[in-house]
């Protein structure tokens, strides 16, 4: 209601005197810099691009790092960040560089470690946003503001792997393509390869970064810096005398090539587009477009909407008590699952169990029988073992009496005879 009568009923009126909130672009000036600000760069390309060269030059400074190898056995992302001071204006800049890209024979997935790293801070951010002691302003933005992605001169047409890892990134931070080493081709064929570029980026929808022209104050070289995309751009930390100044630049056999002469590349057009113009926008965009979209998206996954079934707003309170009672009755719906699968496993086990007790006590009555058949067997032949050895005792017997009565018989005719030889 209170939103309603501003926008409608709002009046203007003139002031009588000075009142002094025209102070206030400078309260919020000396506010920004004493808290200082934060910018990150996601530098994305083939290894020997001259990635690291390029940040060098670009802050005027030597930061810390190594050049990466063609060996790697996958992308990773090697972060870094640094504190910065120019004037009275501090920085704290942070370098992600893609370490491997492009190396492996299968490049299939190689875009993956880079949306899951980009999406990883956006998580972070959201889930600092969702606590409810939050210290956002203490915190460390991780949250990747420009996406540099380095294109290798080749002079013909860009590569499967950039068409498909642009498209993949174009919705998740802001990217500004860059030829590198573009001191590599000659002038004609750089025109050419720009145009080419362009056309192969517009026909396969891959939105890149283009500069604001809604202010009326940078309309006019934001526009004409747009036409100029991709920038052809040269590094170097090397500094050489040319007339009487000491520029950055790179010697050749055949000549020098400055690196901040706008006539050899696009160097100082990025420098001026990326930090002197609109690092503020990138910083905005990266907020209110490519985090916004991943917090939408986030969101309504967990099941959060602004509105309900019949469009009238919906309030967090509610949404969260029907998430809950959801949840709840989810829970309830998978205990009673739980169980009842439970008590079906409980029948299940029993089954088998009498099913192996039955098993047991057929097995054990196999048993049984096969032991009273193997007694009966020994019992039989028991007895008739017995048998034999009484039918043998009694043969054994009569053989000794026949024996005994064989015996007296021969001693009573040795008697007769002997009486009969004395007569």
């Known amino acids: 209601l209170v939103r309603g009568l501003i926008g409608e009923g709002c009046r203007t009126v003139p002031l009588a005197g000075h009142v ?19 910018f990150n760069i996601l530098c994305v390309g083939e290894t020997g691009l001259g990635k690291s060269t390029l940040m060098d030059t670009l802050f005027n400074t030597k930061f810390e790092g190594e050049p990466a190898t063609h060996t790697q056995p996958g992308v990773q992302l090697r972060s870094n960040t640094y504190d910065l001071q120019e004037s009275n204006v501090g920085l704290k800049l942070t370098i992600v560089s893609t370490v491997g890209f ?31 002691r939050r210290v956002l302003h203490t915190y460390h933005d991780s949250r990747i503001h420009a996406c540099l992605y380095f294109i290798a001169p080749t002079g013909h047409s860009l590569k499967s792997l950039d068409l498909v890892t642009m498209k993949k990134l174009d919705s998740k931070v802001n990217i500004i ?30 939105q890149i970064y283009q ?11 934001n526009g004409t810096m747009n036409a100029h995309l991709p920038f052809a751009v040269i590094g170097s930390t090397e500094e050489l005398k040319i007339g009487n100044k000491m520029m950055k630049a790179r ?48 969101l309504e996954e967990m099941g959060f909407k602004d509105t309900d079934p019949d469009s009238k707003p919906f309030s967090l309170q509610e949404t969260y008590e029907a998430k809950r ?74 053989a000794e009496l026949l024996q005994s009565q064989g015996s007296q018989a021969g001693g009573s005719q040795t008697l007769k005879r002997d009486k009969e030889k004395k007569k």
């Open 325 to 398: 009672n959801e949840f709840l009755g989810e829970l309830q719906k998978k205990e009673e699952e739980m169980r009842q699968m439970f008590v079906q496993r409980v029948k299940e086990k029993e089954a088998e169990l009498k099913e192996a007790e039955k098993e047991l006590h057929e097995k054990f009555d196999r048993l049984k029988k096969l032991h009273q058949d193997e007694k009966k067997k020994l019992e039989d032949k028991k007895k008739s073992l017995d048998d034999e050895v009484n039918a043998f005792k009694q043969r054994k017997t009569a």
């Open 20 to 38: 002094g909130f025209d102070s206030l672009p400078d309260q919020l000036v000396n506010k920004s810099v004493s808290q200082g600000f934060c």
């Open 102 to 132: 492009g190396d492996q024979i299968n490049k299939e997935d190689s875009y993956k470690p880079i949306v899951e790293f980009i999406d990883a801070q956006f998580e972070a951010y959201l889930q600092e946003e969702l606590k409810i």
């Open 251 to 298: 010697q050749y056999p055949w000549g020098t090539v400055q690196v901040e002469n706008e006539a050899h590349c696009d160097f100082v057009k990025l420098r001026e587009m990326l930090i002197r113009v609109n690092m503020e926008d990138l910083r905005e965009q990266t907020h209110t477009r490519h985090y916004e979209l991943y917090r939408r998206c986030k």
């Open 211 to 221: 500069f604001p022209t809604d202010d009326e104050s940078v309309a006019e070289i």
């Open 177 to 206: 393509p860059i030829i590198a080493k573009s001191d590599a081709i000659s002038k004609s064929e750089l025109t050419k390869f720009k145009i080419k570029i362009t056309s192969e980026l517009v026909s396969n929808g891959v």
